[in-house]
C-alpha cells in the first residue's frame, strides 16, 4: 500500500523520454507545413495516428487500436506493463483514459474498502478510483482525464502513469487488509 499512495509517478525528467515536444496529428485536418492551430483537438483516430508514430511505440512499449462501435474507442495495450489495457475515449471535452482492475466482489470486506478508497483518493498522483459495470458485473476501475487539446507527451504520460497506478494498485491493495469502516 506504500508504494502506491506515497510515491508520485509523473515529472518533468518523464515527459521527455522518448516522446517529442511537440504536438503532432492533433485532428485530422493538417496545413501544408505540418502545424497546426491551438484550437485544434484530438479525435480518436488523430490520436492513434499520433500514437502509432511516436517513438515509445516503435520502441514496442504499446500499440492502439481502435474498438468501433457508435462511440469509436482506443484500446492502447502496454506491453511494458505487462500487456495491461487501457480504453481511451475521446470527446470534445475530454479525453479519458480507464483500465479495470479486479471484481469488487472479491474484494474482502467492500465496505471499509470502499471507504478507505475514497478517503485516500487524493494521495494516489493523477488516477481516480471507480466502479464500472460489465456484463452486469461491478469491477474497480482507474482513471484519468486530460484536456482534448493536450500535447502527445502529456497524453503518453497519461497512458504510462495510468498503467503504473494500476500495477501499483492491484499489488498494494487488492489483498490488503483494510481497517472495517
Same mark, same amino acid.
Given at each position: 500500500?506504500? =508504494?502506491? #499512495?506515497?510515491?508520485?509517478?509523473?515529472?518533468?525528467? &518523464?515527459?521527455?523520454?522518448?516522446?517529442?515536444?511537440?504536438?503532432?496529428? @492533433?485532428?485530422?485536418?493538417?496545413?501544408?507545413?505540418? %502545424?497546426?492551430?491551438?484550437?485544434?483537438?484530438?479525435? %480518436?483516430?488523430?490520436? *492513434?495516428?499520433?500514437?502509432?508514430?511516436?517513438?515509445?511505440? *516503435?520502441? =514496442?512499449?504499446?500499440?492502439?487500436?481502435?474498438?468501433?462501435?457508435?462511440?469509436?474507442?482506443?484500446?492502447?495495450?502496454? /506491453?511494458? /506493463? =505487462?500487456?495491461?489495457?487501457?480504453?481511451?475515449?475521446?470527446?470534445?471535452? &475530454?479525453?479519458? +483514459?480507464?483500465?479495470?482492475?479486479?471484481? +469488487?466482489?472479491? &474484494?474482502?470486506?467492500?465496505?471499509?474498502?470502499?471507504?478507505?478508497?475514497?478517503?485516500? &483518493?487524493?494521495? @494516489?498522483?493523477?488516477?481516480?478510483?471507480?466502479?464500472?459495470?460489465?456484463?452486469?458485473?461491478?469491477?474497480?476501475?482507474?482513471? =484519468?482525464?486530460?484536456?482534448?487539446?493536450?500535447?502527445?507527451?502529456? @497524453?503518453?504520460?497519461?497512458?504510462?502513469?495510468?498503467?503504473?497506478?494500476?500495477?501499483?494498485?492491484?499489488?498494494? #491493495?487488492?489483498?490488503?487488509?483494510?481497517?472495517?469502516?
Amino acid at each position: 500500500m506504500v =508504494g502506491l #499512495l506515497h510515491r508520485a509517478k509523473r515529472g518533468p525528467s &518523464q515527459s521527455a523520454i522518448g516522446v517529442p515536444a511537440a504536438r503532432a496529428y @492533433v485532428s485530422d485536418r493538417a496545413t501544408s507545413t505540418g %502545424v497546426l492551430a491551438l484550437t485544434d483537438i484530438w479525435t %480518436v483516430r488523430s490520436l *492513434k495516428a499520433a500514437l502509432d508514430t511516436s517513438e515509445p511505440a *516503435k520502441m =514496442g512499449e504499446f500499440t492502439a487500436r481502435i474498438l468501433e462501435g457508435a462511440d469509436p474507442v482506443l484500446l492502447v495495450t502496454m /506491453h511494458h /506493463h =505487462g500487456d495491461l489495457e487501457l480504453f481511451v475515449n475521446v470527446s470534445e471535452a &475530454q479525453i479519458a +483514459c480507464s483500465t479495470l482492475l479486479w471484481p +469488487c466482489d472479491e &474484494q474482502e470486506d467492500e465496505l471499509a474498502f470502499n471507504t478507505f478508497l475514497l478517503k485516500s &483518493q487524493k494521495l @494516489v498522483p493523477l488516477s481516480n478510483f471507480g466502479i464500472g459495470t460489465v456484463d452486469g458485473r461491478d469491477y474497480y476501475e482507474l482513471f =484519468g482525464e486530460l484536456a482534448t487539446s493536450s500535447r502527445l507527451d502529456t @497524453v503518453i504520460i497519461e497512458l504510462r502513469t495510468l498503467a503504473e497506478n494500476a500495477i501499483d494498485a492491484a499489488t498494494d #491493495l487488492r489483498h490488503a487488509h483494510i481497517p472495517a469502516a
